[in-house]
């Protein structure tokens, strides 16, 4: 998937929403509720987006800003400190493209937990 096709805000219908940009700033709220088990990251955040590589011969990726496309996602955030770092697996089906979010590669979501892109709200006058 490439950039163009991700901006734009992401949400489900338990109230977590997540704001990608173009220029890679990305924001979220309520994400305890995009992620199936928890988390032990912030129910809010601000930071940075980037695309993952794709996975080596040993399985290995590794995330860069120069790459302008993937089916994986890395949002950061945070200080260096207590950074936290969620992933979000890009998927379609049969009602369009949704990010799954997770903290462990290996994790899954189920249907309540995968955001999908909303709408663009008009501009008010």
Known sequence: MDEAALTGTWGNAAGAHLRLEAHREMAGEGLTRALLGGTQCPDAIAGRWSFFSTPD?????F???????GDRIALTFG???TSCLLSALIRRDAQGLSLCLVEDPDADCSAEELLRAEPAKPNKP
């Not at 011969?57 to 990726?61: L, V």
């Not at 995330?63 to 496309?69: E, H, I, K, N, Q």
């Open 57 to 61: 011969d040993d399985g290995m990726s």
């Open 79 to 81: 200080d260096p400190e």
């Open 63 to 69: 995330v860069d800003d120069r790459f302008t496309s």
